[in-house]
């Protein structure tokens, strides 16, 4: 080897990628399970029964850093995993993740706003960090692309939409992607920060595509239109949550725009009404925290209920907690990080 090549190998190889690598089989079994909660604890919360703590539990993960991004290889057992409401106020993840099955998937999601469904093992799903989820995992090999909200919102202005929905290894686009993101994962330990970003950038807006073509969100001018009408009507609810006639006929009238088009644009949502609901479920939630002193149903007076009844059965039906016990664990979690 001449000196030349030897002086471009070295700078090869000093730009290749160096995994954080983490793999419970290090462990002594009764902690292999505790062990990996801690390890993806910063992200997700691990729901374990007491009867699978002390049980052996395989897991591995290899993490790469990309500057802002981050992409991650990992193999499991069956998992239940959980990023709950009062999770969410009290940390800073808010990017979106889209993750790529290569082997298992999701037998069940649910979530706030979500209708709880056992789809068919998916092959790739999307996140956002920012609303609640529960999913129960088989044994898989997921890779996991955590994208920084502001890149993925400029590519989708409304991708939060897009948390909780899946695609199933049923068309040549779902499997062109699996098999992007598997040959990404083959290689990516040996490429430098540069070429994995933008391996990683290509990877994202392939899904990205995928996912609005799925909403009727990208395509013509036809989609365009129902891209533009939705960020509309979004964005109407949102500066108008804390108005007591805030309603669906409401926004239909406001806006002079389609009924018909606007009830379907809002299906994946459960409806228009119950996407006002959510988002003052989720405007409430976030007061909750933020205003320790507050009675809870002064705010929730604030945010168009009309009962503390009415308003707890909502928000226990929506996070599976009453706002009291929200309230309680957010303010411990916060306790524990001071």
Same mark, same amino acid.
Request: hydrophobic share 40%; glycine share 4%; with cysteine.
């Given at each position: 080897?001449?000196?030349?090549?030897?002086?471009?190998?070295?700078?090869?190889?000093?730009?290749?990628?160096?995994?954080?690598?983490?793999?419970?089989?290090?462990?002594?079994?009764?902690?292999?399970?505790?062990?990996?909660?801690?390890?993806?604890?910063?992200?997700?919360?691990?729901?374990?029964?007491?009867?699978?703590?002390?049980?052996?539990?395989n897991a591995c993960i290899d993490r790469y850093a990309l500057g802002d991004r981050v992409f991650s290889d990992c193999a499991s057992d069956h998992l239940v995993l959980d990023r709950p409401v009062s999770r969410i106020s009290t940390d800073d993840k808010r990017d979106y993740v889209f993750q790529v099955y290569t082997e298992g998937g999701i037998e069940c999601i649910q979530g706030a706003g979500l209708e709880s469904r056992s789809p068919g093992l998916a092959s790739i799903m999307a996140l956002d960090l920012n609303q609640p989820i529960r999913m129960h995992r088989s044994r898989c090999r997921v890779l996991s692309f955590f994208a920084p909200r502001q890149i993925v919102e400029l590519a989708l202005p409304h991708a939060d939409s897009l948390h909780g929905r899946i695609f199933e290894s049923t068309n040549p686009l779902t499997r062109l992607i699996v098999e992007h993101a598997a040959a990404l994962a083959g290689r990516v330990a040996r490429m430098s920060e540069h070429e994995a970003s933008q391996a990683f950038d290509t990877t994202v807006q392939l899904m990205l595509g995928a996912f609005a073509k799925q909403a009727k969100l990208s395509g013509n001018v036809r989609a365009a239109a129902r891209s533009a009408i939705f960020d509309q009507a979004r964005r109407y609810v949102r500066v108008n949550l804390y108005q007591p006639w805030l309603?669906?006929? $409401?926004?239909?009238?406001?806006?002079?725009?389609? @009924?018909?088009?606007?009830?379907?644009?809002? #299906?994946?949502?459960?409806?228009?009404?119950?996407?006002?609901?959510?988002?003052?479920?989720?405007?409430?939630?976030?007061?909750?925290?933020?205003?320790?002193?507050?009675?809870?149903?002064?705010?929730?007076?604030?945010?168009?209920?009309? $009962?503390?009844?009415?308003?707890?059965?909502?928000? @226990?039906?929506?996070?599976?907690?009453?706002? #009291?016990?929200h309230r309680f664990l957010a303010l411990q979690r916060i306790g524990k990080k001071l």
């Open positions: 080897m001449n000196k030349s090549t030897l002086i471009e190998s070295s700078s090869q190889a000093r730009a290749s990628q160096s995994p954080d690598h983490f793999d419970v089989s290090a462990e002594p079994a009764a902690n292999q399970l505790l062990a990996w909660r801690r390890r993806v604890g910063h992200v997700i919360d691990v729901l374990p029964s007491s009867s699978a703590v002390t049980l052996p539990f309603t669906p006929e $409401s926004v239909v009238v406001k806006l002079q725009l389609p @009924r018909a088009t606007l009830y379907r644009l809002f #299906q994946h949502e459960g409806g228009l009404g119950r996407y006002i609901i959510n988002c003052r479920l989720r405007e409430a939630a976030d007061e909750i925290v933020r205003y320790p002193n507050r009675q809870i149903i002064e705010i929730a007076y604030s945010l168009g209920f009309n $009962s503390a009844s009415d308003f707890t059965r909502a928000f @226990r039906r929506h996070y599976d907690m009453s706002p #009291q016990d």
